[in-house]
């Protein structure tokens, strides 16, 4: 008799179990159940994500996450990454999407999902006014300042594997490595660097050269059909209502880079 | 989630490379904090009071700030009054001189626990202030500061991965470019957690044959036995 209750009490656990495994839903439908959508941004790389001087979260990405928050009918929840931290952070469900200036390759893709673009740019080189680089074949001996796991890493170990790598946490410190001169160029993405250019005039300067044309988009985890496919409705959406242009320029001061609206 | 640990492998000399300089700043660090340490410990109980001040307002100093903004400081604070500094000798200066506030403090205890009866035998030999450091009381106090001096010695190593955030490439930062790259934090973590395990225990086996090398004897001697 006894036996029997136990056993039963065991079948219906492991009942129970398999139902909440078989209910376990689509991120898309878990966010708006939870009423709160969490976003990782960037907070470190003026214009896109920065803190304003009220410590409040600024920028594009923040625009943007505002908007899907806003689209979604959930409270936007900000909590802020790092490169190297934004996709650790979305496997291990610390955030429900990136939003941070990630550019989309097919090596990230393997562990997470991507959305269409939401903002175009490409890889740049910020360089000494006086240190007379012009491009990769003059990086050879050189420091260069990388972000860990960043695209322009790996591209400076691609086509400068000669140059010296300088590991920073986040473009803060790539301005500092940059003005005090330890370093001799940095490359990110030409969003960052610009901004830095305009900043620091007389010193710093971005070469012309843009080495790569890559989309910025929003990333998940795999396996929700559902939510990717609604985030690749906001953000063609995005782009065809010109809310886009209307985004950059407010952060950017120029002409949005050219951004097809694919839906 | 696949435990795979084959990108792990695939990058391991990378890794080393990484293990490589964490040894080299820790020893550096290790002996110089350490020498550093002694010279407070003895300034902060001297009779001189300007050395006394010097030694605790410094111990009070270093021990009541984070060390990451010690390092900031130290780093990035001092290239904008003209002080231009490297990362590699800047990490090891900025640990030396953190490390060596508390390690003070260690040697100090060591002190104060050596007898006064020893010192008073000592002036009636007639031996002069130095004899009396170099041979009484700082084989006495080192042996009693040696054990809490090798824990000491294990959080330096392990305060040393803080240094890759100044873009030291010791193990935490060439992991954290590995784990970046192959998005396989469990299984690199999981090896250089290891690896950080496998530096301590060295360093407490090496702290442990010292202490039976150079101070198991100087506790058998008599005279030194203390409290008279």
Redesign the interface.
Known sequence: MKKSWITSAIAGIVLLCGNVGAAQADDLQKIIDAKTVRAGICLTSEPAGFRDADNNPKGYDVDVANMLAEQLGVALEIVEVE??TR??ML?SDKIDVIICNITATTE?A??VDFSFPYLRTGIRLLVQKDGGITGFQDLAGKKVVVG???TG?AMVKQRAPEAE?????NPG?AI??MR???ADAYIEDSLGIDWIAKTYPDQLMSLPETYSSDPITLGIRKDNPSFLRWLDLFASTYVSSGRYDETYRKWWGTEAPKLNAVW | MRIDFSPVLSRLDYLLEGLAVTVLVAVAAIFLSFALGLLLAICRISRTRGLRIFASVYIDVFRNTPFIVQLFFLYYGLPEIGIPTDPMPTGILALSLACAAGNAEIIRAGIETVSKGIVDAGRSFGMSGYQIYRYLILPNALRIAWRPLGNAFVNLVLTTSVLSTITVNDLAGNAANVSAETFKPFEVYLTVLVTYCAVTFTVSGIVNSIYALLFSRVAERPVMRGHA
């Open positions: 490169g190297s996709i650790p496997l990230r393997k562990s860990r796991g960043t890493e790598l300088v590991y920073i946490e410190d500092l490595q005090q001169k330890k």
